[in-house]
């Protein structure tokens, strides 16, 4: 995959009746470079299954799980590894 030109975070916590509906969204975009940074912020429901099985079927996806720590530790983890030159 070519260096993406923008990465898109998503900080998951207990979303599993809605993050299908979010992936989509963001994947269905028609601009072919970016990423989607996703941290499972501790969720305790099936959150992080979800958001695994994305990453294994798509290359775009990169997933971060990680303690509970609030949105903003969360989207601090997605920061450190995004690689995009925009966020």
Do not use: H
């Not at 009746?17 to 429901?45: A, H, M, W």
């Not at 695994?52 to 989207?75: L, P, W």
């Amino acid at each position: 995959m070519m260096q993406p030109l923008f990465s898109v975070i998503v900080p998951v916590y207990n979303a599993e009746k809605y993050i299908r509906e979010c992936l989509d969204s963001v994947l269905n975009q028609t601009f072919p470079f970016f990423e989607v940074v996703v941290c499972n912020d501790g969720s305790t429901d099936s959150s992080l299954s979800i958001i695994r099985e994305y990453e294994q079927k798509e290359i775009r996806v990169r997933v971060i799980d990680k303690k509970n720590g609030g949105v903003t530790s969360a989207r601090q983890a997605c920061l450190e590894i995004a690689r995009g030159s925009y966020i």
